[in-house]
């Protein structure tokens, strides 16, 4: 059964880091792009940081570039989020999901397998 699982989140001030990570299972890890998407309270689901399948090129929300850095670990199905100088808009619901196109499109109609999401809260 495909599943992906993240993990990493909770509660930090601002200025401070945090790694999530999205390991899965029961598929082919590296023939999916994966990107990270958030949703605070009260907005939509929003693109963070997406690495591609093809290339493992990398794209950022404009909101987080210079911030947030994303890499994949294929040898451990394994996608990791660092996020450092967190402010509190950065509050959210982080989900991964995969989709088979080769290159980053950070849409959600787009992916067709999500986790579950880990909640991240910077506050002071």
């Known amino acids: 059964q495909l599943q992906l699982v993240e993990s990493g989140g909770g509660l930090v001030q601002p200025g401070g880091s945090l790694r999530l990570s999205c390991v899965a299972s029961g598929f082919t890890w590296d023939y999916y792009t994966i990107s990270w998407f958030r949703q605070a309270p009260g907005k939509e689901r929003e693109g963070v940081s997406c690495i591609s399948r093809s290339d493992g090129s990398t794209d950022h929300a404009d909101s987080v570039k210079g911030r947030f850095t994303i890499s994949r670990d294929n040898a451990k199905n394994t996608v990791y989020l660092q996020m450092n100088s967190l402010k509190p808009e950065d509050t959210g619901v982080y989900y991964c999901?995969?989709?088979?196109?080769?290159?980053?499109?950070?849409?959600?109609?787009?992916?067709?397998?999500w986790g579950q999401g880990t909640r991240v809260t910077v506050s002071s």
């Open positions: 999901a995969a989709t088979v196109q080769t290159m980053c499109i950070m849409t959600p109609p787009w992916y067709d397998y």
